[in-house]
């Protein structure tokens, strides 16, 4: 079963009020992800990412199209139970610590007691919060009300856990803790989902991605099937290399970038392989500092989908 | 029942943790005491401005209570977008709402309880240091516990306000919920004007929007009985238990409409 559907999502907004026309924010979107998925949704901005995640969340209704979660419709009580959810910018109450809003929420979710206190502990330790769970909110840096919105997140052990931009307001530390707790949900067999426009992150983490521009889907698929893995070219970075050398490198077709006073990067072909050029390099007295094969990456398609879906211009308005 | 109970419980730990309702309180606790140095230097007349300005200033620091902390939370939850993390809990959108408005409720006992401690205390203090003379010429004890109608009935209009508040903060901006729910209060207070259009005007019309009106804006002047109280008039029971049922029946209908409009919302 898939954790995840959607059948021809649209979301139409109105945009204007006197005379209000429909801005259609997201455009028959169809998705299934699979149960213990780690599933990148990408996009650059304004492309439709967080109102697809508020359809899901049923923090909006559909103009048409509908989306199921773990089997059952959006917005399904019985369903909210096994889910959890990080707004973008989350924001909480400005007088209540991390400590009672954790408590407060797993409530909702029905902890009781001991065992309430217990995970209300275990997240906020989780999250880096530990020694922060009685400053108010309203003391908390961005970055800590980050953590306590992914805390709120995991507190009911989701089955299934959305993350709008979870990375947002981060610093590198924060960034990969969070990247080491979605590796460990992914562990414990939690579908996620989360939406990003920091590609690095979702090549790193993610089974599948969508892209998404436009309100429209581009592509979707595994990282495997989206990218073409094959070599395109060799980087090689080199220091010493003597003019002449340079010079007889470029009369070759080799693109070289200068780095510093000594180091410049060569351009190679995927074929030949670059063992010729670097033994040749060397004993010319130039030094080889690294060497690195180019592919595809998740960026070059990210740039061609989002770039086959133009832009939206004011049509000679 | 218990999604309702967690919410009331979250929306009083924050609202009494909110200084706007403690400065409020403060407030009107100093201006009861200054009523008791305003007394003075009136003849005769202590008593009476006494209790005319304490049960004043906890209606007017009660409504302004209601509102700002009413519309907070909706309108401000929703502008804020606290409310995103909140609705995907497993709890409905209705009990979201009834929980905010029990919560806010509770927040207004809370703090017209502190008023009303401090209000008796003055009036107290006021019968110790009066005269048994002066004291003979009062209509009503100084510390009269039929005050505590007036209270009551205080409360019962603020809970009206709340859910207009709570109705108008479900749909539209902070600021405009608030302008409209002072301005339907403003309104109900000459509501009984609305019933009597029809006999100034010629136009039916016109009449009979008045009336229209007259039934659909709250009627909140019968929940006034601070001038009866303090002169020390009876208040028919008849008309406490009308009023009581008027309040329930009006706040019933808000809450009603509110959830319906609520349930359909998109939260961008």
Same mark, same amino acid.
């Given at each position: 079963?898939?954790?995840?559907?959607?059948? &021809?999502?649209?979301?139409?907004?109105?945009?204007?009020?006197?005379?209000?026309?429909?801005?259609?924010?997201?455009?028959?979107?169809?998705?299934?992800?699979?149960?213990?998925?780690?599933?990148?949704?990408?996009?650059?901005?304004?492309?439709?990412?967080?109102? =697809?995640?508020?359809?899901?969340?049923?923090?909006?209704?559909?103009?048409?199209? =509908?989306?199921?979660?773990?089997?059952?419709?959006?917005?399904?009580?019985?369903?909210?139970?096994?889910?959890?959810?990080?707004?973008?910018?989350?924001?909480?109450?400005?007088?209540?610590?991390?400590?009672?809003?954790?408590?407060?929420?797993?409530?909702?979710?029905?902890?009781?007691?001991?065992? $309430?206190?217990?995970?209300?502990?275990?997240?906020?330790?989780?999250?880096?919060?530990?020694?922060?769970?009685?400053?108010?909110?309203?003391?908390?840096?961005?970055?800590?009300?980050?953590?306590?919105?992914?805390?709120?997140?995991?507190?009911?052990?989701?089955?299934?856990?959305?993350?709008?931009?979870?990375?947002?307001?981060?610093?590198?530390?924060?960034?990969?803790?969070?990247?080491?707790?979605?590796? $460990?949900?992914?562990?414990?067999?939690?579908?996620?989902?989360?939406?990003?426009?920091?590609? &690095?992150?979702?090549? &790193?983490?993610?089974?599948?991605?969508?892209?998404?521009?436009?309100?429209? +889907?581009?592509?979707?698929?595994?990282?495997?099937?989206?990218?073409?893995?094959?070599?395109?070219?060799?980087?090689?970075?080199?220091?010493?290399?003597?003019?002449?050398?340079?010079?007889?490198?470029?009369?070759?077709?080799?693109?070289?970038?200068?780095?510093?006073?000594?180091?410049?990067?060569?351009?190679?072909?995927?074929?030949?392989?670059?063992?010729?050029?670097?033994?040749? !390099?060397?004993?010319?007295?130039?030094?080889?500092?690294?060497?690195?094969?180019?592919?595809?990456?998740?960026?070059?398609?990210?740039?061609?989908?989002?770039?086959?879906?133009?832009?939206?211009?004011?049509?000679?308005? | 029942?218990?999604?309702?109970? !967690?919410?009331?419980?979250?929306?009083? $730990?924050?609202?009494?943790?909110?200084?706007?309702?403690?400065?409020?309180?403060?407030? &009107?606790?100093?201006?009861?005491?200054?009523?008791?140095? *305003?007394?003075?230097?009136?003849?005769?007349?202590?008593?009476?401005?006494?209790?005319?300005?304490?049960?004043?200033?906890?209606?007017?620091?009660?409504?302004?209570?209601?509102?700002?902390?009413?519309?907070?939370?909706?309108?401000?939850?929703?502008?804020?977008?606290?409310?995103?993390?909140?609705?995907?809990?497993?709890?409905?959108?209705?009990?979201?709402?009834?929980?905010?408005?029990?919560? +806010?409720?509770?927040?207004?006992?809370?703090?017209?309880?502190?008023?009303?401690?401090?209000?008796?205390?003055? +009036?107290?203090? =006021?019968? !110790?240091? =009066?005269?048994?003379?002066?004291?003979?010429?009062?209509?009503?004890?100084?510390?009269?516990?039929?005050?505590?109608?007036? *209270?009551?009935?205080?409360? %019962?209009?603020?809970?009206?306000?709340?859910?207009?508040?709570?109705?108008?903060?479900?749909?539209?901006?902070?600021?405009? %919920?608030?302008?409209?729910?002072?301005?339907?209060?403003?309104?109900?207070?000459?509501?009984?004007?609305?019933?009597?259009?029809?006999?100034?005007?010629?136009?039916?019309?016109?009449?009979? *929007?008045?009336?229209?009106?007259?039934?659909? +804006?709250?009627?909140?002047?019968?929940?006034?009985?601070?001038?009866?109280?303090?002169?020390?008039?009876?208040?028919?029971?008849?008309?406490?238990?009308?009023?009581? %049922?008027?309040?329930?029946?009006?706040?019933?209908?808000?809450?009603?409409?509110?959830?319906?409009?609520?349930?359909?919302?998109?939260?961008?």
């Amino acid at each position: 079963m898939a954790a995840i559907e959607t059948e &021809a999502l649209t979301k139409d907004f109105p945009i204007g009020f006197w005379r209000p026309r429909p801005y259609r924010a997201l455009e028959s979107l169809t998705l299934s992800v699979g149960e213990g998925e780690v599933f990148g949704f990408l996009g650059p901005n304004g492309a439709g990412k967080s109102t =697809t995640l508020k359809l899901l969340m049923q923090l909006l209704y559909p103009t048409s199209g =509908t989306a199921r979660i773990l089997g059952r419709p959006v917005g399904d009580v019985s369903v909210k139970r096994r889910l959890g959810f990080l707004p973008e910018h989350p924001y909480f109450y400005d007088y209540l610590t991390s400590e009672e809003l954790l408590t407060y929420f797993a409530s909702l979710f029905g902890y009781h007691g001991e065992d $309430r206190r217990r995970r209300v502990a275990a997240v906020l330790d989780e999250v880096g919060l530990g020694a922060e769970r009685r400053l108010k909110l309203r003391q908390c840096s961005k970055g800590m009300v980050q953590r306590v919105g992914l805390a709120q997140a995991i507190l009911n052990e989701p089955e299934v856990i959305f993350l709008d931009e979870p990375m947002s307001g981060l610093d590198p530390l924060g960034r990969r803790d969070v990247r080491q707790l979605m590796l $460990r949900l992914r562990a414990r067999g939690c579908t996620v989902f989360f939406s990003s426009h920091i590609l &690095a992150d979702a090549e &790193a983490l993610c089974s599948q991605v969508a892209i998404l521009a436009q309100g429209r +889907l581009r592509a979707q698929g595994r990282l495997s099937e989206l990218l073409a893995f094959e070599l395109k070219g060799w980087e090689l970075v080199v220091s010493d290399l003597a003019a002449d050398r340079r010079a007889a490198l470029e009369s070759r077709g080799v693109r070289i970038t200068h780095i510093d006073h000594d180091r410049c990067t060569l351009e190679l072909p995927a074929t030949p392989g670059p063992e010729a050029l670097v033994h040749e !390099l060397a004993g010319g007295g130039a030094r080889v500092v690294s060497l690195m094969p180019v592919r595809d990456t998740l960026e070059d398609l990210f740039v061609r989908e989002v770039a086959a879906g133009g832009r939206r211009d004011t049509e000679g308005l | 029942m218990r999604a309702i109970l !967690l919410v009331a419980g979250a929306v009083f $730990r924050e609202s009494v943790r909110d200084r706007v309702p403690y400065s409020l309180v403060a407030f &009107a606790v100093i201006l009861m005491a200054a009523s008791y140095l *305003i007394s003075q230097l009136t003849a005769g007349q202590d008593l009476k401005i006494i209790k005319d300005l304490g049960l004043a200033s906890m209606s007017i620091f009660g409504l302004l209570i209601a509102v700002f902390i009413g519309i907070g939370l909706v309108a401000k939850e929703v502008e804020r977008r606290s409310i995103f993390a909140l609705l995907v809990k497993p709890m409905s959108r209705d009990q979201f709402l009834i929980g905010k408005y029990l919560g +806010l409720v509770l927040t207004l006992i809370a703090n017209l309880g502190a008023m009303t401690v401090a209000y008796y205390l003055v +009036l107290g203090y =006021t019968e !110790l240091t =009066t005269h048994v003379s002066i004291k003979a010429g009062w209509p009503a004890p100084a510390v009269d516990p039929r005050l505590l109608l007036a *209270i009551g009935m205080i409360l %019962a209009e603020l809970m009206v306000v709340t859910a207009v508040a709570l109705f108008f903060s479900t749909f539209s901006s902070p600021l405009l %919920a608030t302008l409209l729910t002072l301005g339907l209060w403003t309104a109900g207070h000459f509501n009984a004007d609305l019933r009597n259009f029809g006999a100034v005007v010629e136009s039916e019309v016109a009449a009979g *929007i008045a009336l229209g009106l007259y039934y659909l +804006l709250p009627n909140l002047a019968p929940f006034d009985i601070k001038a009866e109280v303090v002169h020390g008039v009876p208040v028919a029971w008849s008309h406490l238990g009308l009023t009581l %049922a008027y309040a329930a029946v009006y706040i019933a209908a808000l809450l009603t409409t509110a959830v319906l409009v609520f349930r359909r919302r998109d939260f961008k």
